[in-house]
């Protein structure tokens, strides 16, 4: 390459350079509003809008208010951080207090709070404002889900203002979805049951509570989808499959917990028997009924129930 030409092309990239540069800093962050989307074109406009707040709200609000200085939501170098009226409206009443009364107005939009309005119900209000910003993603289910036909809201679980919310954490996340499933949380009390109590998996591993295809809020289409997850080496292909074991992991297994050794719903023989019915098999009770007692009679030959390769494996003994 000549230097003319060198020279012509430096010139283009330095010109190419500065436009990105000046198109970056012209850069605007577009912030949901319930009353349309409003544009913010820097942090200190964001940090302006936020201190018409903070003439009153301080440290000794209870409940505290200012700790989302400290979470996600308030790092304010993040050009996606939302102001305080991004999620609670322009709340114009509230600020001005036209009417002068002794007790302000409340906020455009109240978390925390669950009323029906003539229009929506809070829930519904509460939610639109958190899904302006957090719509894509696992939250595409959501409306139409099984807590949103409830009226939950975002903060039913989520709290926006503390430093650490505890349902992103697998250690508390459980102590959330158990103050309203208490026959969940009843049954993972129980001596066999999924490590949810010791910190090792969340309901979100089996779950999506934002909406899901499947049943019950499921993370996947079906209940041995999911399970397949982390019982891979159940999923097979086998020669012989168990049917039971195709069709649904919970026709034998409760998946919060159960009394039973590996989660069964029932002890082992029982449980086998409200399927084979078979006169004088030497695993009935009557006639094997110390095998029946300890729960281990089916699988001491059985042993491969979630299926089998051998080839003469249909009665999944090898």
């Known amino acids: 390459m000549d230097r003319p030409t060198l020279i012509v092309a430096l010139g283009l990239l330095l010109a190419a350079l500065g436009f990105s540069t000046c198109a970056y800093a012209g850069n605007t962050t577009a912030l949901p509003d319930l009353g349309g989307t409003r544009t913010l074109n820097t942090e200190q406009e964001s940090l302006a809008r936020d201190a018409v707040c903070t003439n009153c709200h301080d440290d000794e609000d209870n409940p505290a208010l200012l700790t989302i200085q400290q979470s996600r939501h308030g790092m304010k170098a993040d050009a996606r951080a939302p102001s305080c009226q991004s999620c609670h409206g322009n709340s114009e009443r509230h600020v001005k207090n036209p009417e002068g009364s002794s007790t302000r107005p409340s906020p455009e939009v109240v978390f925390g709070t669950k009323t029906k309005t003539k229009n929506a119900s809070t829930g519904h209000v509460q939610s639109k404002a958190c899904l302006g910003c957090h719509q894509a993603g696992k939250r595409g ?24 919310d505890a349902i992103l954490s697998k250690a508390t996340q459980s102590k959330v979805c158990e103050s309203c499933h208490l026959e969940q949380r009843a049954q993972m009390l129980k001596s066999s049951h999924m490590p949810v109590r010791e910190g090792k998996m969340g309901c979100v591993d089996c779950h999506n509570p934002h909406g899901s295809v499947g049943p019950k809020l499921l993370a996947g289409a ?17 020669l012989f499959e ?13 998946p919060h917990g159960s009394n039973n050794p590996g989660m069964l719903a029932s002890k082992g023989p029982f ?13 009935l009770p009557r006639y094997n009924r110390v095998s029946s007692l300890t ?9 491969r129930v979630h299926g089998s390769n051998h080839p003469s494996g249909s009665k999944f003994t090898r």
Do not use: I, M
Not at 141 to 164: E, F, I, M, R, Y
Not at 295 to 303: A, K
């Open 242 to 254: 168990h049917a039971p074991v195709r069709e649904n992991c919970s026709n034998c297994h409760n």
């Open 271 to 283: 449980l086998c028997l409200s399927c084979h019915q078979f006169g004088g098999h030497p695993n």
């Open 141 to 164: 289910h959501w409306n139409g889900s099984q807590h949103q036909a409830q009226d939950l809201s975002c903060s039913s679980c989520h709290k926006a203002h503390a430093p650490t």
């Open 222 to 238: 079906t209940v041995t989808e999911v399970c397949y997850t982390c019982h891979a080496d159940k999923r097979g292909p086998f």
């Open 295 to 303: 729960g281990q009679g089916c699988v001491n030959c059985h042993n």
